[in-house]
């Protein structure tokens, strides 16, 4: 078996979480690896739109994984689903929160790093620490290195994969949280 060796710049440097300040630095993100997703599955990019970043990184939504100086993966994390679906097709829950824009950048993609992993980890530990009871997402099945690992991670889809007659498919699915604590004021 081959070993992943990476260039010394890259190992040397940093890791750390924050929660992004920056649209345009997210944004870039977002498009560079819908992109680089697109240029590699055969299907569309999604269209993103300015005005929805900014809106999710002036709320505080949106957490950003640093290497050093630069951007590797991001995620938005809200309360309010961040797409369309019928929220009968999940099962009932009390405190749903909403995983979207996962995007690793394209040079984190190729090389085997677990980049993605840790954006998904860190997703589900920000939605337990917010009292979630459930990870809700949107994911495209023919990323299917990306629905891969929210399978792995314990993801299970509700209701049927739907199209849009333009060639991008979605699928939503659900992750069960530990028990979620109870609100303040709350008992329980």
């Given at each position: ?81 961040p ?6 097709v ?10 979207s ?88």
């Amino acid at each position: 078996m081959a070993e992943t060796r990476f260039p010394a710049e890259r190992t040397a440097a940093t890791w750390r979480w924050e929660v992004s300040q920056d649209p345009r630095e997210v944004h870039a993100l977002l498009c560079a690896c819908d992109a680089h997703q697109a240029a590699a599955s055969g299907t569309p990019a999604p269209r993103r739109r300015p005005e929805t970043t900014e809106r999710r990184v002036r709320s505080g939504a949106v957490r950003l994984l640093r290497h050093g100086p630069h951007p590797a993966g991001m995620f938005t994390l809200t309360w309010d689903p961040p797409f369309t679906v019928d929220e009968g097709v999940f099962p009932r829950a009390e405190r749903p929160i909403h995983l979207s824009r996962l995007a690793v950048a394209p040079e984190w993609l190729d090389d085997g790093s677990l980049v993605g992993l840790r954006c998904l980890r860190h997703a589900i530990e920000e939605a337990e620490r917010a009292g979630a009871d459930v990870l809700r997402s949107e994911a495209n099945p023919d990323l299917t290195d990306t629905r891969s690992l929210l399978d792995v991670l314990g993801f299970r889809q509700y209701g049927p994969t739907l199209g849009d007659g333009g060639g991008s498919r979605r699928a939503h699915l659900q992750k069960t949280l530990r028990a979620a604590a109870p609100a303040a004021g709350r008992e329980g």
